[in-house]
């Protein structure tokens, strides 16, 4: 079984960073991608961000590019979200998700992923 597990939200001022991290464990399991989504209060699950684990292509939602950063660590199969210059508007819950393995899809979309981290709050004040 694929567990996912997210650290590093808390809350911050408009203007400032976080830094989210996340990291997909089983035995023998390597993802083809992964990536973060979030979800506001009363909105549905949108993608922010979604990294190819070789290779290392990114994807971002328009909402976030040239703000947000994804990054890997393949030997520890460990994603990171850098949030600069945040807005009241990222305020959300984070969720990580992990693909498939192999040549599994890969797209920015909740269909895409199978394996689902508990979330974790962020909240940006003005």
């Known amino acids: 079984q694929v567990q996912v597990v997210e650290s590093g939200g808390g809350s911050v001022q408009a203007g400032g960073s976080l830094t989210l991290s996340c990291a997909a464990s089983?035995?023998?399991?390597?993802?083809?991608?992964m990536g973060w989504f979030r979800q506001a209060p009363g909105k549905g699950r949108e993608g922010v961000a979604l990294?190819?684990?070789?290779?290392?292509?990114?994807y971002y939602a328009d909402s976030v590019k040239g703000r947000f950063t994804i990054s890997r660590d393949n030997a520890k199969n460990t994603v990171y979200l850098q949030m600069n210059n945040m807005k009241p508007d990222d305020t959300a819950m984070y969720y990580c998700?992990?693909?498939?393995?192999?040549?599994?899809?890969?797209?920015?979309?909740?269909?895409?992923?199978?394996?689902w981290g508990q979330g974790t709050q962020v909240a940006v004040s003005s």
């Open positions: 998700a992990a693909s498939g393995g192999g040549n599994s899809w890969c797209q920015l979309r909740v269909e895409a992923f199978p394996y």
């Open positions: 089983a035995y023998m399991y390597s993802p083809n991608c």
């Open positions: 990294i190819y684990t070789r290779g290392g292509s990114t």
